[in-house]
């Protein structure tokens, strides 16, 4: 069975930190490469870092130096650890394959306060 499921999100003021943890099904994490993405109101869902099975990662410029993603093979579990959070980066935060799948978990929502 496909299952997504995200963890972690919360309310923090801007500068904060934040770690999400998701918890994929074998048959997903399988797939060489994790990533995570978000999506604001108002916008489309876009991709935030992502990680391939080596361990070998990429991130959106507006996240670069402040997030970290990361893998856990053995647990089928995928991290993001987010530090010197902005009010930008206010979302509903998605793991998935990348590329992603069709199917995808609730999303944990993260908002920073200004």
């Known amino acids: 069975q496909v299952q997504l499921v995200e963890s972690g999100g919360g309310l923090v003021q801007a500068g904060g930190s934040l770690g999400l943890s998701c918890a994929a099904s074998r048959t997903i994490f399988s797939i060489n490469s994790m990533g995570w993405y978000r999506q604001a109101p108002g916008k489309q869902r876009e991709l935030v870092a992502a990680?391939?099975?080596?361990?070998?990662?990429n991130y959106a410029d507006s996240v670069k130096g402040r997030f970290t993603i990361s893998r856990d093979n053995a647990k089928n579990t995928l991290y993001l650890q987010m530090n010197s959070l902005k009010p930008e980066d206010t979302a509903v935060y998605y793991c998935?394959?990348?590329?992603?799948?069709?199917?995808w978990g609730q999303g944990t929502q993260v908002t920073v306060s200004s």
């Open positions: 998935n394959a990348y590329p992603p799948i069709a199917v």
């Open positions: 990680i391939t099975g080596g361990g070998s990662t």
